[in-house]
């Protein structure tokens, strides 16, 4: 399955009624990342609200996600 990098919240709310695989998860990501960075926002600002306290993810989980997150971060353009 081929997902393009989602532009808005919007495209990335609606990953919600697809089938979660790896491929999905990784544009999720990226498209969090640009829409991050054009809304002026830091890489920061976006490891705190992943870190946020959540009943989805344990503690373990979002700094496992955290540290995916950075590594997209400082590898897209």
């Known amino acids: 399955m081929h997902y393009s990098i989602p ?7 609606a990953f919600r009624h697809r089938p ?6 990784a544009a999720a990501i990226a498209g969090l990342i ?3 960075r054009s809304q002026g926002g830091s890489l920061e ?4 609200e992943v870190l946020a306290d959540d009943p989805i993810l344990d ?3 979002r700094r496992w996600l955290s540290q995916i997150v ?3 971060w400082e590898s897209l353009p």
């Open 7 to 13: 532009t808005s919240p919007e495209e990335i709310i």
């Open 59 to 61: 503690q373990v989980q």
């Open 70 to 72: 950075t590594q997209a």
């Open 45 to 48: 600002e976006l490891k705190a």
């Open 20 to 25: 979660v695989d790896e491929e999905m998860i």
């Open 34 to 36: 640009q829409i991050t």
